[in-house]
Each structure stands twice: as C-alpha cells, then as structure tokens.
T-cell receptor, first 111, second 113 residues
Framework: QQQVKQSPQSLIVQKGGISIINCAYE??????FPWYQQFPGKGPALLIAIRPDVSEKKEGRFTISFNKSAKQFSLHIMDSQPGDSATYFCAAGGSQGNLIFGKGTKLSVKP | DAMVIQNPRYQVTQFGKPVTLSCSQTLNHNVMYWYQQKSSQAPKLLFHYYDKDFNNEADTPDNFQSRRPNTSFCFLDIRSPGLGDAAMYLC????????????FGSGTRLTVV
C-alpha cells in the first residue's frame, strides 16, 4: 500500500514536444504529491506539487494532472527543451508519514 | 540563500574504515532526512530526525547510524563501509513530515575501495 508506481522508466522526446510521465499510488491517505527533477550529480529539486483538492496545477511549462478516483497523477512538460533532460521522480506523502518516491523516469529531449 | 549543504561532495573511504558524512541547513526545518541513492534508482530513506526524535527505517542496516547535535546539523556515520554501500547520500529537510516539500542537498558521492 506504500508503493508509488512510475512509468515509463525512460522517455525520449523531440524538442518542442510534450513529455508525459505517469504515477499511480495505492494509499488513499496520501494527500501531497510532488514531482522532483534531478540532474546528474545533483540532489533532487522540487519542481511542482499538488494536493488532492484540485485536479490540475500548472506552473509555466509544467502541469500536474491529478485523478483522485483512479489514484493516478501525471506530469506534463509542454514545449520540452534539451535543458529539461533529467531524471524525474514522483512522490506521495501524507501527514502520517514520509514521502514515498517512484523509481524515476529518465527524460532525454533531442534537439 | 537558505539551503541544505552537504560535505564533502565526494568521499573515498577504505573497505571497513568508518566514515562520517555531514549535512547542515539554514532553513530551520524541523525534520532532517538521510537517503541513499544508487545509480539509476530512487532515493531510499535510511532514517530521519523530527527535531531530536530519531526514526529508523525498518530495513536500514545497523551499519548506518546518525546524529543530530542541534537543529542545523545532522551526520551520517557508516561504521564499517562495504562495497555495497557505495552510493550517493542525500540529506533533505522539511518543515514537517510528509505534508511539505523536501529540500535536498547536492549529495555526497561515496566510493568504497
């Protein structure tokens, strides 16, 4: 019940395209869903986060879509750029416990 | 800028020789975490401190210990590093458990020779 399943493991997108990464969770007590971006040799950095009271949150080119009934959430990167090439981790957490991370998606944006 | 600082960035230690990694924060966050991240894997939580309360994950080996002498500093001690302990070690902080974003340091890359 504590797992967060993330897909795909890797993703190749052309510059200007849309990158979509999906995550699914099981624990209905989770109420905080962040996405982290990690460049090689660096620690993860918080990119965007959502709480279950909204179905979508947008910050610049990054959008989280949240489907509470399906227990799924996804990250959309519009107009993907080579500088977006990184590993992306979804996570889920709640007031009773620590964040649980997905296994990560390695995104490559080709020029 | 408020931040999480890890030292050193790179650490090479001998098999079986105790090593200590350090983390400091200027965010005044209540919670400090230590994660282990191996290549192409998700960060794995080792333990965390909520203020002075230590919380160990059930599957964290006894070889790993931690100290938090004050709000700002937290240390990871590996008593007898094995080759399998070579990894990136990430320190993170949060204002509270689970409900707010974590701020990660840049990590310490540990090599065991």
């Amino acid at each position: 019940q504590q797992q967060v399943k993330q897909s795909p493991q890797s993703l190749i997108v052309q510059k200007g395209g849309i990158s979509i990464i999906n995550c699914a969770y099981e624990n209905t007590a989770f109420d905080y869903f962040p996405w982290y971006q990690q460049f090689p040799g660096k620690g993860p950095a918080l990119l965007i986060a959502i709480r279950p009271d909204v179905s979508e949150k947008k910050e610049g080119r990054f959008t989280i879509s949240f489907n509470k009934s399906a227990k799924q959430f996804s990250l959309h990167i519009m107009d993907s750029q080579p500088g977006d090439s990184a590993t992306y981790f979804c996570a889920a957490g709640g007031s009773q416990g620590n964040l649980i991370f997905g296994k990560g998606t390695k995104l490559s944006v080709k020029p | 800028d408020a931040m999480v600082i890890q030292n050193p960035r790179y650490q090479v230690t001998q098999f079986g020789k105790p090593v200590t990694l350090s983390c400091s924060q200027t965010l005044n966050h209540n919670v400090m975490y230590w994660y282990q991240q191996k290549s192409s894997q998700a960060p794995k939580l080792l333990f965390h401190y909520y203020d002075k309360d230590f919380n160990n994950e059930a599957d964290t080996p006894d070889n790993f210990q931690s100290r938090r002498p004050n709000t700002s500093f937290c240390f990871l001690d590996i008593r007898s590093p094995g080759l399998g302990d070579a990894a990136m070690y990430l320190c993170a902080t949060s204002r509270d458990v689970g409900i707010s974003g974590y701020t990660f340091g840049s990590g310490t890359r540990l090599t065991v020779v």
